[in-house]
């Protein structure tokens, strides 16, 4: 048996390549857009893809499962449990709808799937055997069902997709999925969807991988036994989705793309960012932030390239607007792929640093933001002179604010820019 992890730093997302040496067959488990990186390693090892599939649903990246299907011919397997409601939409000649118990062959390697629901209600984890040295298995791909040291939020549906109701139900699922998981041998590995820096969960752990043993003696999730208790820890201070997850849950749901790739990026001027702007596109300045704050172009906003930069940019541009880059051609390359990963398909192009030069002979002053001191935002706010807004998330807040700060989540602040008062100086927090 061979198996290969890929891990997207920025989405925090990993994917695997499983295959059975003897056969050359190979599977990819939660495969995102970035399809060329499978196709490459199992040419690299002489494999064959054969077969294509994914835990679940995703919200937080575009699957690439169709389009890895199509590209190599493989069979596309895909979850069929769980309601008739939150089912896949779209249909493939290719398309194989797994239950719980069914199989994947590959040789020697055997992939079946379990049924585990809790993070969404079709959501399958895939227990491996490799036949070839014994008949017990030797892998779980856990998806977002169990992470290493946490587990898989049930409050997406209801919190991302609006499908009201749906966080109680799913929480109470989850618990019986993790007795599944409990009976499970203590050898078992746990080979994870995400890891730490994920939105899909509250505390996940930065190794790549675990065991069920390591995971019942340690995870959290494992030491609660009552099901009230349970339901109350894992809905408790879960963070903020980014609006963008909503969007992607549809698209994963009912249209996932036929092909991957980043595009070409064409240079723009200072002319054309500001005919975006005015048609309500989007301009995206990568630099850093201390950069930025010097000078920007006016209605650009600031998603620097450091990592989280797909969580955040998906979180003030969820609905793929036409949208342009400012930075160095090698970060707008990079900034264009992970963008591509969350369903951005209208990038224009990119201007370099040296376009705000040319803004300010052709256009008009740069924008600039202050940095305040402590001390002078303190100064102010003790004289009543400014309101000060939290955009930090709840459960950040609830540490510890300023008192009589307006609290409202960064990802939520386009929606709710009618509680900003108007007629006071606002110190952003």
């Known amino acids: ?125 895939f227990l491996v055997t490799d036949s070839a040295r014994g008949d017990i298995p030797v892998g779980l791909f856990s998806g977002d069902f169990v992470f290493v040291g946490d587990i898989g939020r049930p409050d997406l549906l209801e919190r991302a997709a609006g499908m009201e109701g749906t966080m109680a139900a799913g929480a109470r699922q989850l618990f019986a999925s993790l007795r599944r998981f409990r009976e499970l041998p203590d050898h078992v590995q746990v080979w994870p969807g995400h890891g730490a820096g994920s939105a899909c969960g509250k505390a996940l752990g930065a190794m790549p991988h675990s065991t069920v043993g390591y995971e019942r003696l340690f995870n959290w999730a494992m030491q609660t036994r009552h099901e009230a208790a349970f339901v109350a820890t894992v809905l408790a201070g879960q963070p903020e989705p980014p609006r963008y997850f909503a969007r992607m849950k549809r698209l994963n749901r009912d249209a996932q793309p036929t092909a991957g790739g980043v595009p070409a990026l064409p240079m723009l001027d200072a002319a054309a960012l500001a005919r975006l702007l005015a048609d309500g596109g989007a301009v995206i300045d990568t630099r850093q932030p201390a950069d930025f704050e010097a000078g920007f172009i006016p209605g650009s906003v600031n998603v620097n390239l450091r990592r989280g930069f797909t969580t955040w940019a998906g979180a003030m541009f969820p609905d793929d607007p036409p949208a342009a880059l400012i930075g160095s051609a090698a ?22 640093v040296e376009v705000l030069a040319e803004w300010e002979r052709t256009r008009g002053p740069l924008a600039t933001l202050p940095r305040l001191t402590t001390a002078d935002a303190h100064a102010r706010w003790q004289a009543g002179a400014a309101v000060i807004l939290d955009v930090r998330g709840r459960s950040e807040h609830a540490g510890g604010h300023i008192p009589g700060a307006l609290n409202i989540p960064l990802p939520e602040i386009a929606r709710r820019l009618d509680e900003i008062p108007k007629d006071a100086t606002v110190l952003v927090h």
């Open 331 to 352: 970060a707008a390359c990079t900034a264009a792929r992970q963008l591509t990963l969350i369903g951005f398909t209208r990038l224009e192009g990119y201007a370099p």
């Open 1 to 125: 048996m061979r198996l290969e992890r890929f891990y997207d730093d920025d989405l925090a997302q990993a994917s695997y390549l499983i295959a059975c040496d003897g056969t050359g067959e190979a599977l990819v488990v939660d495969p995102n857009l970035d399809t060329e990186q499978y196709v490459t390693a199992a040419a690299r090892y002489g494999l064959r893809i054969v077969a294509v599939t994914e835990t679940h649903i995703h919200a937080d990246f575009l699957s690439g499962a169709r389009a890895l299907a199509r590209l190599t011919g493989a069979r596309l397997y895909l979850s069929g449990a769980g309601p008739a409601e939150w089912q896949y939409t779209f249909d493939e000649p290719s398309l194989v709808r797994l239950a719980d118990g069914d199989a994947i062959e590959l040789g020697a390697v055997r992939v079946r799937a379990l049924h585990t629901p809790g993070h969404t209600p079709e959501h399958l984890a």
